[in-house]
């Protein structure tokens, strides 16, 4: 017989984390939105995790996967009202950190080497829409639509009542469909009309940016106070929204580049002054049409450090 050492558990241990970190990840980001909180999150889940393997007495997690989806997913609920606290003093517009996946010569997303840049994450107009629930209403929305659990299985991890569980489902798919129906534009689509719409800023062309604008646009500019944005608050309307994207570009470097790029899944610019990240841009089209009805702007360098 071996002697077995206390690192062959914690060994034991980091394999079985590093088998689900990933969807560990992308369970948190899409419950707290900031890369930075969700590695928190993260390790306090890994030192529960070695804490409970290394427990003497007790014996194997029968089911590892459910162990730590528990553990992480509480734990992200706790830090919720932290995150809400700093949000409530955050300037302007918040979104969340953009997740950027890149291209590659076919332009296909090509995975990367941070989970970050393969994790499942929802669009940014969803997140967006997620930011206005209940946390348990989120968590219930995520585990069950994203992730696909069932309502007796959201119930155990969140330690809820099954009938509980449901409830909060019922609510929480009412809010979400009520302010942004399920729809999800072709890929190749929204490209082309991300290309047209960049060109058209930068080239101060009013009449194909109006074009393109669907009536009831809104504008989220999100510089954190720290980088150029459109204002505290979101612009709402197809007039508006072109005057302040016509005005920022004005007074844009005159250097900026494009390169194009999936962001939470979904095709996005990515502006450069140099090396530098300037901004991460996602536009979100209309079911009806196919105008745009959503423009997400990223500028607070903080949430652009993983951009590249």
Do not use: C
Not at 107 to 118: I, M, N, V, W
Not at 186 to 208: C, I, K, S, Y
């Amino acid at each position: 017989m071996t002697d077995s050492t206390p690192s062959d558990g914690i060994d034991a241990a980091t394999r079985v984390f590093s088998d689900h970190r990933e969807l560990l990840f992308s369970m948190v980001y899409n419950l707290l939105g900031t890369v930075a909180d969700t590695e928190d999150v993260l390790q306090d889940a890994w030192l529960s995790w070695v804490a409970r393997t290394r427990e003497p007495g007790l014996g194997p997690v029968e089911h590892p996967r459910a162990y730590l989806v528990r553990v992480a997913v509480n734990k992200a609920l706790a830090r919720q009202a932290e995150v809400s606290r700093r949000r409530e003093s955050y300037f302007g517009p918040w979104l969340p950190e953009p997740l950027v996946a890149k291209l590659d010569a076919e332009g296909l997303t090509g995975a990367g080497e941070d989970a970050a840049e393969h994790a499942e994450a929802v669009s940014i107009a969803l997140l967006v829409v997620l930011e206005t629930l209940t946390p348990l209403e989120r968590a219930v929305f995520v585990l069950h639509e994203v992730f696909g659990y069932q309502h007796t299985e959201t119930a155990e991890v969140l330690g809820r009542s099954p009938a509980a569980v449901r409830q909060l489902a019922h609510r929480a798919r009412e809010h979400v469909q009520a302010r942004r129906p399920r729809f999800r534009a072709d890929p190749q689509v929204r490209q082309q009309v991300t290309e047209r719409f960049t060109a058209a800023v930068a080239g101060g062309d009013l009449a194909v940016l109006l074009d393109l604008l669907a009536p009831d646009v809104t504008l989220w500019a999100d510089g954190g106070g720290k980088a150029t944005a459109a204002g505290a608050r979101p612009v709402h309307g197809r007039d508006e929204v072109a005057r302040v994207l016509l005005g920022g570009a004005s007074r844009a470097p005159r250097d900026v580049r494009v390169r194009w790029a999936h962001t939470n899944g979904d095709p996005s610019a990515l502006l450069f002054v140099g090396e530098m990240p300037f901004g991460v841009l996602v536009l979100d089209l209309a079911p009806e049409d196919g105008g745009i009805a959503g423009v997400y702007f990223v500028t607070n360098p903080d949430k652009l450090s993983r951009v590249h």
